[in-house]
């Protein structure tokens, strides 16, 4: 009796939950920061006089509950603001599957109508061949009338044959159909995962029944941007058109479909809090402490970031006459960039990348080739960009194009301390570079109680194009750590010479066809009864 009691409040307990007023919202605004997402909803609500309570469902589960935000239009006043999961009611299924499992459905009754024919027929065929045994055992039919009925047999069961020949054959094409319909949908129902969804509770007050409107906002952390750049460049006498573009992802249970969208260079994850100094104490040493597992950790934290990232998913571009036009309007907060696009677009909630185009600038650059033979011996084209700050720019993968072809990608890096950015635009593979050792001039000594060697390198820089070609050349020489090896620089070709760093490095100038050989030589001085190493 007390079972049939618990199982009674149970039911009671669920119908209440499920007869719950619940209002659905419409999603009108996205801002994508570089991670989480900010959504803004509007629902019509109608409210009770004295003190009601409003369910806004059918939400994200990812919800950041300390983000939600509401303004209420109306009579009404707002006293508290509540968020839950459902775990009752899952969101809605994605569209696909929906138009999946309708086209399944209207080709298994395309199946069955083709069967209830084919039945039909089978059927008027049993029954013609049974009047045609009968017809057959009767006795006294005329030659002209057993000739009438063999006609009206072949004919007909012909006819019958071939209608059931073409059914077969629509059955066939429609069980192949079926059968890919099936298999895609599993392949979509697999990368579904029913989820519970999120539900904002709101607490009203009001003095008569009416009619209000709710807009509201909340973060979601299944979202997020990562730059992306297409370099293009014509020559080195133009600019570099630099288009900038966003790699948007979202994951959060609900489609965007026809919102407004921002996409921000804001990232509310980031720590927040201001660096406090705290006191550096020293003492004897009592034990090695094992920084590698921290290094570790943190490695595959970065590796277990890197691998949620979601893959790249690119998408064809349909020019269409008469277009509308595309606008980004930037505007520069106190500590954010927030570009906003005049069109509205369409983020699939299945963890992809969706490109975006933000913005696009022509960077006046100064171009300079650049090398180092020594790690490796081709030519890259760099383009110096001033003053690239008020750009706004982030750390990014870019695609480089030359004369509209496209030639790879390099890393756009623009945290660094100078106003100079550099852009590698590309290896050009009509300036050969050859380094080699001399032989001849490279030695080892013993000087007393050191040994001492001696090394010499030749750099050669030919330049096969149509045009002269300024190019910097970079190579080094070790730097001692001990104060028992000596390194000398004995000859350079009037390289410049950073000491404390060890590099060498050379600006020239090479007209059409014209090679240039430098040479320099080291030597290292240390004691006899050790071995030293570069690293």
């Known amino acids: 009796m007390r079972q049939k009691h618990y199982l009674f409040l149970l039911l009671i307990f669920i119908t209440n939950i499920s007869l719950a007023s619940s209002t659905d919202s419409k999603i009108t605004d996205v801002t994508v920061y570089r991670q989480y997402a900010r959504i803004n909803r509007i629902a019509t609500i109608n409210y009770s006089s004295g003190t009601s309570e409003i369910v806004l469902g059918n939400l994200s589960s990812n919800i950041i509950p300390s983000s939600i935000q509401a303004n ?58 049974l009047n045609n045994k009968l017809g057959s055992a009767e006795t006294g039919m005329t030659v002209i009338a057993l000739q009438d009925l063999s006609k009206f047999y072949r004919e007909r069961i012909l006819e019958i044959k071939k209608k059931i020949f073409d059914l077969e054959k629509d059955e066939y094409e429609l069980a192949l159909k079926r059968n890919r319909i099936h298999a895609q949908l599993n392949e979509v129902s697999a990368n579904f995962v029913t989820k519970p969804t999120g539900e904002i509770i709101l607490q009203l007050t009001a003095t008569a029944p009416g009619k209000a409107s709710i807009s509201f906002s909340y973060l979601v952390n299944s ?20 288009i900038y573009k966003a790699n948007v992802y979202q994951n959060s249970g609900y489609d965007w479909d026809n919102v407004n969208l921002t996409v921000s260079n804001g990232n509310p994850a980031q720590n927040n ?25 943190k490695s595959m934290a970065n590796m277990a970031y890197a691998q949620s990232l979601p893959s790249i998913e690119m998408e064809d571009y349909i020019e269409k006459d008469k277009a509308p036009e595309y606008i980004v309007t930037a505007t520069e907060n106190q500590m954010t960039t927030e570009y906003s696009i005049n069109l509205k677009q369409s983020i699939a909630s299945d963890g992809k990348f969706h490109l975006v185009a933000i913005t696009d600038f022509d960077l006046e650059a100064k171009y300079q080739y650049h090398s180092v033979p020594r790690i490796d011996k081709g ?17 990014g993968t870019a695609n480089i194009f030359f004369e509209d072809m496209y030639i790879g990608q390099s890393q756009l890096n623009p945290n660094v301390s100078s106003d100079t950015l550099l852009i590698s635009l590309g290896k050009d593979n009509n300036i050969n570079i050859q380094r080699n050792q001399l032989n001849d001039l490279t030695s080892t000594k013993l000087i007393g109680a050191n040994k001492k060697q001696t090394y010499a390198y030749e750099i050669i820089v030919k330049n096969n194009k149509n045009k002269a070609i300024n190019i910097e050349i970079l190579d080094a020489i070790p730097i001692s750590q001990n104060t028992e090896i000596e390194v000398e620089l004995i000859e350079s070709s009037d390289a410049e010479y950073l000491k404390d760093y060890g590099k060498l490095s ?13 040479t320099f030589t080291y030597s290292v001085k240390y004691p006899k009864n050790q071995v030293v190493s570069e690293f």
């Open 506 to 518: 050379w600006n020239i100038k090479l007209d059409p066809g014209q090679s240039k050989r430098l």
């Open 379 to 395: 030519a890259y084209l760099l383009g110096k960009v001033y003053n690239f700050g008020k750009y706004n720019l982030l750390v």
């Open 273 to 297: 809090e201001r660096p406090i100094l705290n006191p550096i104490y020293i003492n004897f040493y009592q034990g090695q402490v094992n920084i590698r597992g921290a290094r570790a950790e």
């Open 223 to 242: 979202a997020g941007w990562t730059p992306m750049y297409d370099i293009r460049y014509e020559g080195i006498e133009k600019e570099i058109s630099l």
């Open 72 to 129: 209420v239009k109306g009579a009404a006043t707002l006293l508290s603001l509540n968020h839950q999961i459902n775990y009752l009611e899952n969101q809605d299924r994605p569209k696909m599957i929906k138009v999946l499992q309708d086209s399944l459905l209207l080709i298994q009754n395309d199946l069955k109508w083709i069967q209830n024919q084919k039945a039909a027929l089978q059927g008027e065929e049993q029954l013609i061949n």
